[in-house]
């Protein structure tokens, strides 16, 4: 219990940090600093504000800002919902909380698709074609070809942008679709139980041509609701109509819900989106920047893509945050103004670098294998394999030198570390498995205080 407190406490304390930096000075003052951590629990973060203003204004004028940095800061799917100070003894439960549940910019029962995210606004590269070309496939002849398509990704690689570009395709044909968040489903499942009004549940859900469910990983763990899940799936299904679900994990991480879906995905089609190429991380900051009606130059947009990699919606962030700083100072955008605007992240990745050591007993545990074998001679592949991602990581994402990361991975020479380093960024760009382990170390990572 006291070690969930001081974890929310540290969360909460890195979010405020990086907001301190994005909104003016008063606004923190006056609305932002008076607030902590109470507790983290099942992603949720529960923040105590002083009164129910602070808490409306919060909700009303920033609360997409200060959930998007809470998801950038402990790189998970993190929600958080305010708890008026003095209510907390009176209320156990969060209040005002409505859209707190929603990390979607379009909540609400049948929310119309966002138009900034189509077909047309998503660009597409080796990373995402597959999952680009799946779900286009699917709006255009929906239950007619990949049923259920399944999208997997680490968090702001696209899945969301999809799911709400099918929504919107399928509006433009006129059919009824449905796009709910698992977590949306889950609420109104639960509802519909306890105000006894499963037909509504039922007929909501059934009725559907296409049915979007984001984030499905949210079901972990509610056997009940995935049971309801599974029997609307069923339903829609074996009447041929559309069901596509994203999840931040393949399906076979999801246990209960793989098992009795699984036959289904014999029929369906599992696609995973992987982290975006130099390339694709340009033209996509390109494609923002035009929209945005920004003037920048190729060379900033190229240093900023060089620099945020993994989540396109925080180099979308500091593509945002280059614009209010230049805005703010009258000046024009340079390599600068991206330099200032990309410190908050790189202080990041420079505070894991600090305790290198952290890396090792994470990739340990994601391979499943001791770390005194991590460190160790044998030469099993496993071993081998977990070796040779620890390297990687620490040599590119912490920039640790060579020498230095051999030493660290139980003394192994420069050949050896500049070895794993090009083996893994070659197999990296096929191995979807060994992405998803690299993105869960990195998880890991950032959740080590
Ligand atoms: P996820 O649901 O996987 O967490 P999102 O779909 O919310 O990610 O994407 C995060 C942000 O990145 C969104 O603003 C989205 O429009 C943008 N984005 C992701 N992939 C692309 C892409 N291929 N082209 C253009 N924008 C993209
Ligand atoms: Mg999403």
């Not at 639960?190 to 499905?216: A, C, E, K, P």
């Amino acid at each position: 219990m006291i070690a969930q407190t001081v974890i929310a406490e540290k969360t909460w304390s890195a979010v405020l940090g990086e907001l301190q930096l994005q909104v003016p000075r008063s606004t923190y003052e006056t609305w932002l600093k008076n607030t902590t951590g109470l507790t983290l629990e099942n992603q949720i973060l529960v923040v105590s504000v002083p009164n129910a203003f602070t808490a409306e204004w919060l909700e009303k004028r920033i609360f997409r800002l200060v959930h998007i940095t809470a998801q950038k800061v402990s790189q998970k799917s993190l929600q958080v919902q305010f708890q008026i100070e003095n209510e907390r003894t009176s209320s156990p439960e969060p209040v005002l909380s409505s859209s707190a549940k929603d990390p979607d910019p379009f909540p609400g029962p049948d929310p119309t698709p966002n138009p900034r995210y189509s077909f047309d606004s998503f660009v597409i590269g080796s990373s995402n074609d597959l999952a680009y070309t799946a779900a286009h496939t699917v709006a255009s002849s929906p239950g007619k070809s990949y049923n259920p398509l399944f999208i997997y990704s680490g968090p702001g690689l696209g899945k969301t942008h999809l799911l709400q570009a099918i929504a919107r395709k399928c509006g433009e044909q006129r059919l009824k679709f449905l796009y709910v968040t698992s977590e949306q489903f889950t609420n109104d499942f639960i509802t519909s139980i306890r105000q006894r009004t499963t037909t509504n549940f039922r007929s909501r859900y059934r009725s559907v041509d296409v049915l979007l469910m984001d984030d499905v990983q949210f079901l972990n763990g509610k056997e009940q609701t995935q049971e309801g899940f599974f029997h609307t799936f069923n339903d829609l299904h074996t009447t041929n109509r559309q069901v596509v679900i994203t999840s931040d994990q393949p399906p076979y991480t999801m246990p209960s819900l793989e098992s009795r879906l699984r036959s289904r995905f014999a029929w369906g089609l599992i696609v995973d989106i992987q982290q975006p190429s130099l390339e694709t991380r340009i033209a996509i900051l390109q494609k923002r920047a035009q929209a945005l009606r920004l003037s920048v130059n190729q060379d900033v947009l190229t240093y900023i893509a060089q620099r945020v990699y993994d989540n396109i919606r925080s180099l979308e962030g500091v593509l945002n945050r280059v614009a209010l700083m230049a805005r703010m100072n009258n000046t024009i955008i340079d390599i600068n103004t991206a330099a200032k605007a990309l410190k908050g992240l790189v202080q990041d990745i420079q505070r894991y670098a600090k305790y290198p050591e952290q890396v090792l007993p994470i990739v340990a545990q994601i391979y499943n294998i001791q770390i005194e074998d991590l460190l160790g001679k044998k030469r099993l592949k496993e071993l081998v394999a977990a070796r040779q991602l620890a390297m990687y990581l620490l040599h590119t994402e912490l920039e640790i030198p060579v020498t230095r990361v051999g030493r660290l991975v139980g003394g192994r020479t420069h050949a050896t570390v500049i070895h794993a380093v090009e083996k893994i960024t070659s197999d990296l760009k096929n191995n979807h498995d060994l992405s998803h382990r690299l993105w869960r170390v990195k998880q890991g990572l950032t959740r080590t205080p």
